[in-house]
């Protein structure tokens, strides 16, 4: 049979042959280890067997796709690991942190550096041998007997509402697993990694796309981790950690209560930030919001003006849109397309210069960016605020001293917002942050811009590339950080986003990630009564029926 492979050319093969086969035979086009295949836009690990003439893309570590396998296989090792260390304890896989994974294990006493020291060596052991990883198809109710006699109650919650009849488990050196996507076919290779005992818990080092064969330093984010912590707090509070505790609320008919605990836990964070601009009024005179997209910092935004205006403050917005430059002045990718996520699309000159004649009380025409002629135009009316008014600036630079270079430090407060999802599907899978903000994204563009979900995956990794360039290297130095994650919210988008996903065919390249988030969103039991949802609440700005503008 003849294979085309994406790069390289078409070569014949006698069938069958598994993708491992035809990888080896290629590996050296490849400058680090193949882990997965593209085959008709669909995701299949290394075992999948090729029978008939076909085209294939091999992933290697340089594709977020590729990278993620490893890291899922890099995480069974870790909890393989751990089991033969520690008999009998318990592994969360929670979220990423500091160019890692952060977990913790729970044992009958708390574990130390040695426990890790330990760990670690085992999981080398497990590489040395190159052991297989077998995947197996179960019965999904003998496959819930084998966790519960684990003690894996998490895995037998989310069983309990899964369709279908068999799941694909992984077997390791006598322990089976469930994962909710693929992973590599032996231990052996999982060779770059490292673990950081991170009080209380581990994280897993491993290599980024950017340079796949090499452990980054740890890049430790104090303030990221906090909110991280507040969110495992807020999922304590709520007695909801996965998505089978959410899905036993939702089937008893209690989804209200979550609903109304986890709107009041968003309020009163809200509150606690407005009060503590609130003290110190007379020096705070800007206000910044970033976030990456979809992140909810629109009504974020607009709900903290409400609470600050409770604390007798009277608070200004200005949208940093409106101060873009012309549209021939915009600079240009490497592309060749308008990059309007630069800094240098802004007028920060007059950006400036409004703000130091606002703080002193002077009279400012405020610009408004015409986005049909790419033109700006200023407003035939001034303004002018009160010493006691704080302005607000919302938008993806706003963390940037560049942005904001002529206001001194001492004025300024800066807040960051991101959807850091405290729901895991299990103890094993844990949902990234991305996906929750993508999921947002797609249900959004669709009521409101007439985008199908097929034009929001296309543009999704530029819009995550403008978030690692332009936002994320900031998130640090915000004054406090909010996380606009709900726990119920996987199971409200789940019925307008899996409409949107089933309607990408085959033909397109999309197709890969739209299987991915249907896998995911096939875990959670759909919450079809909405209105315990607030209008003020944050995913209103995605699902409809907000009391505030956004856009």
Same mark, same amino acid.
């Given at each position: 049979?003849?294979?085309?492979?994406?790069?390289?050319?078409e070569?014949?093969?006698?069938?069958?042959?598994?993708?491992?086969?035809?990888?080896?035979?290629?590996?050296?086009?490849f400058?680090?280890?193949?882990?997965?295949?593209?085959?008709?836009?669909?995701?299949?690990?290394l075992?999948?067997?090729?029978?008939?003439?076909?085209?294939?893309?091999?992933?290697?570590?340089?594709?977020?796709?590729?990278?993620?396998?490893?890291?899922?296989?890099?995480?069974?090792?870790?909890?393989?690991?751990?089991?033969?260390?520690?008999?009998?304890?318990?592994?969360?896989?929670?979220?990423?942190?500091g160019?890692?994974?952060?977990?913790?294990?729970?044992?009958?006493?708390? &574990?130390? %550096?040695?426990?890790?020291?330990? @760990?670690? #060596?085992?999981?080398?052991? =497990?590489? /040395? *041998?190159?052991?297989?990883? !077998?995947?197996?198809?179960?019965?999904?109710?003998?496959?819930?007997?084998?966790?519960?006699?684990?003690?894996?109650?998490?895995?037998?919650?989310?069983?309990?509402?899964?369709?279908?009849?068999?799941?694909?488990?992984?077997?390791?050196?006598?322990?089976?697993?469930?994962?909710?996507?693929?992973?590599?076919?032996?231990?052996?290779?999982?060779?770059?990694?490292?673990?950081?005992?991170?009080?209380?818990?581990?994280?897993l080092?491993?290599?980024?796309?950017?340079?796949?064969?090499?452990?980054?330093?740890?890049?430790?984010?104090?303030?990221?981790?906090?909110?991280?912590?507040?969110?495992?707090?807020?999922?304590?509070?709520?007695?909801?950690?996965d998505?089978?505790?959410?899905?036993?609320? &939702?089937? %008893?008919?209690?989804?209200?209560? @979550?609903? #109304?605990?986890?709107e009041? =836990?968003? /309020? *009163?964070?809200?509150?606690? !930030?407005a009060?503590?601009?609130?003290?110190?009024?007379?020096?705070?005179?800007?206000?910044?919001?970033?976030?990456?997209?979809?992140?909810?910092?629109?009504?974020?935004?607009?709900?903290?003006?409400?609470?600050?205006?409770?604390n007798?403050?009277?608070?200004?917005?200005?949208?940093?849109?409106?101060?873009?430059v012309?549209?021939?002045?915009?600079?240009?990718?490497?592309?060749?397309?308008?990059?309007?996520?630069?800094?240098?699309?802004?007028?920060?000159?007059?950006?400036?210069?409004?703000?130091e004649?606002?703080?002193?009380?002077?009279?400012v025409?405020?610009?408004?960016?015409?986005?049909?002629?790419?033109?700006?135009?200023?407003?035939?009316?001034?303004?002018?605020?009160?010493?006691?008014?704080?302005?607000?600036?919302e938008?993806?630079?706003?963390?940037?001293?560049?942005?904001?270079?002529?206001?001194?430090?001492?004025?300024?407060?800066?807040?960051?917002v991101?959807?850091?999802?405290?729901?895991?599907?299990?103890?094993?899978?844990?949902?990234t942050?991305?996906?929750?903000?993508l999921?947002?994204?797609?249900?959004?563009?669709?009521?409101?811009?007439?985008?199908?979900?097929?034009?929001?995956?296309?543009?999704?990794?530029?819009?995550?590339?403008?978030?690692?360039?332009?936002?994320?290297?900031?998130?640090?130095?915000?004054?406090?950080?909010?996380?606009?994650?709900?726990?119920?919210?996987?199971?409200?988008?789940?019925?307008?986003?899996?409409?949107?996903?089933?309607?990408?065919g085959e033909?397109?390249?999309?197709?890969?990630?739209?299987?991915?988030l249907?896998?995911?969103?096939?875990?959670?039991?759909?919450?079809?009564?909405?209105?315990?949802?607030?209008?003020?609440?944050?995913?209103?700005?995605?699902?409809?029926?907000s009391?505030?503008?956004?856009?």
């Amino acid at each position: 049979m003849k294979v085309y492979i994406k790069g390289i050319g078409e070569r014949t093969y006698e069938s069958p042959v598994t993708l491992r086969e035809i990888a080896e035979g290629v590996k050296d086009t490849f400058s680090s280890p193949v882990t997965c295949a593209v085959l008709r836009n669909r995701l299949y690990d290394l075992n999948h067997v090729v029978e008939d003439d076909a085209a294939v893309e091999f992933l290697d570590l340089s594709s977020e796709s590729g990278m993620r396998v490893y890291v899922r296989t890099l995480a069974f090792i870790f909890i393989k690991a751990a089991s033969d260390v520690l008999p009998g304890c318990r592994v969360m896989v929670e979220h990423s942190i500091g160019n890692g994974i952060y977990s913790e294990i729970l044992w009958k006493e708390p &574990i130390d %550096s040695n426990d890790v020291q330990a @760990i670690e #060596r085992r999981m080398r052991e =497990l590489v /040395e *041998k190159d052991l297989p990883i !077998i995947k197996k198809r179960v019965p999904t109710e003998e496959a819930a007997v084998y966790f519960k006699k684990l003690g894996w109650d998490d895995k037998v919650r989310l069983f309990k509402y899964l369709q279908e009849d068999y799941v694909d488990l992984y077997e390791l050196d006598g322990l089976m697993d469930y994962f909710t996507d693929i992973l590599l076919p032996s231990t052996g290779y999982v060779r770059w990694f490292a673990l950081k005992f991170y009080l209380p818990g581990i994280v897993l080092q491993h290599p980024k796309p950017q340079l796949p064969l090499e452990i980054p330093p740890f890049d430790e984010q104090p303030k990221l981790f906090k909110v991280f912590r507040e969110s495992e707090r807020w999922a304590h509070i709520l007695g909801v950690a996965d998505a089978g505790a959410l899905n036993d609320y &939702i089937t %008893s008919g209690r989804a209200g209560e @979550i609903i #109304r605990i986890a709107e009041a =836990l968003h /309020e *009163k964070k809200i509150a606690q !930030i407005a009060d503590l601009i609130c003290e110190n009024r007379d020096m705070l005179r800007l206000i910044l919001v970033a976030g990456p997209s979809s992140s909810g910092k629109t009504t974020f935004a607009q709900r903290l003006m409400v609470h600050l205006m409770v604390n007798g403050a009277k608070p200004f917005a200005i949208s940093l849109d409106d101060y873009f430059v012309d549209r021939e002045k915009t600079p240009v990718g490497e592309d060749g397309k308008h990059d309007f996520e630069a800094l240098e699309a802004i007028d920060i000159e007059l950006f400036n210069r409004q703000l130091e004649a606002l703080i002193q009380g002077k009279e400012v025409y405020l610009p408004r960016y015409n986005f049909v002629t790419g033109k700006r135009e200023f407003r035939k009316y001034p303004v002018k605020i009160e010493k006691n008014q704080p302005i607000i600036v919302e938008g993806i630079h706003a963390l940037n001293d560049k942005l904001t270079f002529a206001i001194p430090k001492k004025d300024k407060f800066k807040i960051y917002v991101s959807a850091l999802t405290q729901l895991s599907v299990d103890n094993h899978n844990y949902i990234t942050t991305a996906h929750t903000r993508l999921l947002r994204r797609m249900v959004r563009d669709s009521r409101t811009r007439g985008a199908d979900a097929l034009k929001t995956l296309a543009m999704w990794p530029s819009v995550q590339k403008g978030a690692k360039k332009h936002i994320f290297p900031f998130q640090e130095e915000a004054d406090v950080m909010f996380n606009s994650a709900l726990v119920y919210e996987f199971a409200v988008l789940k019925k307008y986003a899996e409409p949107l996903l089933k309607k990408i065919g085959e033909e397109h390249p999309e197709h890969v990630m739209a299987s991915h988030l249907l896998q995911l969103l096939q875990h959670f039991q759909p919450l079809e009564e909405e209105w315990d949802i607030p209008a003020t609440s944050i995913i209103r700005e995605f699902i409809g029926n907000s009391c505030f503008k956004v856009v």
